[in-house]
């Protein structure tokens, strides 16, 4: 027999978004239940922790090679994240008519969003810096949401912080489980229950068997490629469309005196709105050893010797995740001429940086690290983040109405508090 659970509000995931809405709508006292299919990680911050827990272990692709990142894990990709804390999409959110301008201040506040002290940067970043500002460019320190008094600096935040120095969804998950929410781990979500065209509960799936979870309101909150994909197996066809993924591209070069070991990645960065933002950036030898190709890097690019940055751009959204998971990405010659015109400058900063000029070089293959848009405002839910289905709800990546280009958690938090207040209020319309 199918067992049941039965609760006021279910959310599905508990990344950046599900961790939100959980700990809002439980501080002002509604049932929740979390679903997520990961598990609680403990141990971070190593080479096989990051293939533990990344999706398809760092391998997930588009058909046309694009590696898309992801984790499955409670707290989501924020657990990987960089610590970066831009905003981005409020005007585009706030044409919509949804002003975030105050939740965003209290995702500010929360996550102590701050530019980390010069102790953090590496003498490598601090020459790019300089060779920015020579170059006429204008760097700007990024804001984090790492605590410069726990960070030890070991540069792999995006394995996860062994030392609990970055704010990760966790954290709200954690506030959420003292409020009463009922988290259920290794438990995922199948499709959405329905009755006379309304929500009522989620069926999933854990290591006993099925289980229905019946609720009055439903959120998803899986991300931008698990979101659409549990959409159309409810029935809602036009889910899963209108994919960006903000992908990006890293250009190292060799230097014989500086590198960017002893500091974090991205603690500044160069922007051309609409066009690209170039952060200093060194992958974590994990990957350079695993993708197809990149193992003689590690030869050519010691780390000791590598200054490196990442271009990341606002790609146009034409891709697709279908429902069988299988997800298509073509990078247009729009895409191409972004990441050349950010990556010539790159070049020259990294050159100017004291790089040797021959030694310059961009990897591949390009990655996207923040798949959304598959269940656009406006094309699968509308100003109130609900699908055509009622009391469905979607609230991730997934709704974004254009690819940020941006680190998008502020934004996602920002928007998950809109919606918590507006679901606690019964406040169902624009
Ligand atoms: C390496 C890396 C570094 C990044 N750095 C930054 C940064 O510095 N700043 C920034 O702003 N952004 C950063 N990002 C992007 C950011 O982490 C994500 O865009 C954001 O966390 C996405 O939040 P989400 O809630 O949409 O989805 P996620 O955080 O991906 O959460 C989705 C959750 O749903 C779960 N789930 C999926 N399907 C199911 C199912 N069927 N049933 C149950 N559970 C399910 C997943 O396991 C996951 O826990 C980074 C991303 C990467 C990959």
Redesign the pocket.
């Known amino acids: 027999m199918t067992r049941t659970v039965e609760t006021e509000i279910v959310i599905?995931?508990?990344?950046?978004?599900?961790?939100?809405l959980a700990k809002e709508l439980s501080a002002a006292g509604k049932k929740v239940a979390l679903?997520?299919?990961?598990k609680r990680e403990i141990r971070l911050g190593r080479m096989r922790d990051g293939l533990r827990f990344?999706?398809k272990h760092t391998f997930l692709k588009s058909k046309e090679g694009t590696i898309l990142?992801?984790?499955?894990?409670?707290?989501?990709?924020?657990?990987?994240?960089?610590?970066?804390?831009?905003r981005?999409q409020q005007k585009e959110l706030a044409d919509l008519g949804i002003d975030l301008e105050k939740d965003f201040l209290e995702a500010e506040q929360e996550l102590k969003a701050a530019p980390l002290p010069d102790k953090c940067i590496s003498q490598g970043v601090i020459k790019l810096l300089q060779s920015a500002r020579s170059l006429g460019l204008e760097p700007k320190r990024?804001p984090?949401?790492i605590d410069p008094n726990k960070c030890k600096v070991c540069g792999y935040?995006?394995l996860g912080c062994r030392y609990n120095a970055k704010w990760s969804?966790v954290n709200y998950v954690d506030r959420a489980l003292k409020n009463g929410a009922l988290l259920m781990t290794g438990?995922?979500?199948?499709k959405v229950l329905t009755a006379n065209g309304r929500a009522n509960g989620?069926e999933?799936v854990d290591s006993k068997g099925p289980l229905k979870i019946l609720a009055d309101i439903v959120i998803l909150?899986?991300?931008?490629?698990?979101?659409p994909?549990?959409l159309q197996r409810s029935g809602v066809d036009k889910a899963g469309k209108k994919m960006f993924c903000?992908p990006f591209i890293t250009t190292y070069g060799i230097s014989r005196d500086t590198n960017q070991t002893k500091g974090i990645n991205?603690p500044m960065y160069i922007i051309k709105p609409g066009r690209f933002i170039a952060f200093p950036f060194i992958d974590p030898p994990v990957q350079f050893t695993l993708y197809n190709g990149w193992k003689p890097l590690l030869g050519q690019f010691p780390r000791m010797k590598a200054l490196g940055m990442m271009v990341k751009i606002a790609d146009e959204p034409i891709g697709k995740v279908n429902a069988n998971g299988s997800i298509e990405k073509p990078i247009t010659s729009k895409d191409k001429d972004k990441f050349k015109e950010g990556n010539k400058i790159v070049k020259e900063l990294l050159i100017k940086a004291g790089a040797n000029p021959k030694s310059v070089s961009t990897i591949r293959p390009i990655?996207g690290?923040?798949?959304?848009g598959t269940a656009a405002i406006g094309e699968v839910v509308n100003k109130n983040l609900e699908t055509e289905i009622k009391n469905l709800f979607v609230?991730?990546?997934?709704v974004f109405p254009s690819a940020p280009g941006?680190?998008?958690?502020?934004?996602?938090i920002a928007l998950?508090k809109w919606l918590s207040k507006r679901l606690i209020a019964n406040q169902r319309t624009i």
């Open positions: 599905v995931g508990s990344g950046t978004a599900g961790a939100t679903l997520e299919k990961g990344y999706e990142y992801g984790t499955s894990m409670v707290g989501g990709t924020s657990v990987v994240a960089s610590g970066n804390a831009l981005c990024v984090k949401f935040c995006v969804a438990t995922r979500a199948v989620v999933a909150s899986a991300g931008g490629i698990h979101t994909i549990i903000d991205a990655r690290p923040h798949p959304g609230c991730d990546n997934s941006l680190p998008p958690i502020l934004t996602i998950s």
